[in-house]
């Protein structure tokens, strides 16, 4: 229900943007709406941090064990430092996070960003593949770009979590409701009934 909800709240706020993309190098494979937003939490993370985030959705097909930096080098000219950028090659079902100065690699999780990407694209559910895309890029970026900023100390305003607060904290509470009201159907007011009127018997 909670990764429905996330889906839901993405597929709102990939409709309400209509900016250009700059920090989104991408082949075709993200859509302009979801490269707006990229492109949003992308300009407030550099103008509050002076960290660059990116991200690189592309078609191209490496060698089995390809080196990602020897790949970037590619995008050298478009990508100005300090950088950390997340690579998508879904062709070769890679993603990877590179960053342009060692150091960089201490301002978020690995595995916890590339989990917000893989949890999508691996969803067994009908959207479609570009959907699929587009929230996969998107939450992993918000979330990059959120784990960079708390380790400078600030909030950004323009993230998933940020903008989207209040509607995932209503439905964790429904989601809690929901099992307890479970419980008391199936368990609770059976064993409730049995007790009462075991009691007059």
């Not at 909670?2 to 706020?13: D, G, I, Q, T, Y």
């Not at 660059?52 to 097909?61: G, M, W």
């Not at 893989?118 to 918000?142: G, T």
Request: hydrophobic share 45%; glycine share 4%.
């Amino acid at each position: 229900m909670l990764h429905a909800a996330r889906v839901a709240l993405l597929a709102f706020l990939l409709s309400t943007f209509s900016l250009s993309a700059h920090y989104l190098i991408n082949d075709h494979l993200i859509s302009p709406k979801a490269g707006d937003v990229i492109e949003k939490i992308g300009t407030e993370l550099h103008r509050k941090t002076g960290i660059n985030a990116y991200v690189i959705a592309s078609n191209d097909r490496l060698a089995k064990r390809a080196n990602l930096y020897d790949y970037v080098k590619k995008y050298a000219k478009k990508l100005s430092e300090p950088w950390i950028t997340i690579v998508f090659l879904p062709n070769n079902k890679r993603i990877g996070i590179l960053v342009s100065k060692p150091e960089l690699k201490s301002f978020y999780r690995d595995g916890e960003v590339k989990k917000y990407a893989i949890d999508i694209l691996r969803s067994a559910d009908s959207n479609s593949r570009q959907s699929k895309y587009d929230v996969a890029m998107v939450q992993a970026y918000s979330e990059l770009a959120d784990e960079i900023a708390a380790k400078k100390g600030i909030t950004l305003k323009n993230t998933i979590k940020s903008r989207g607060h209040w509607f995932l904290t209503l439905i964790n509470w429904l989601v809690y409701l929901g099992a307890v009201l479970v419980f008391w159907v199936y368990f609770g007011r059976p064993l409730y009934r049995r007790i009462r009127y075991g009691k007059q018997q």
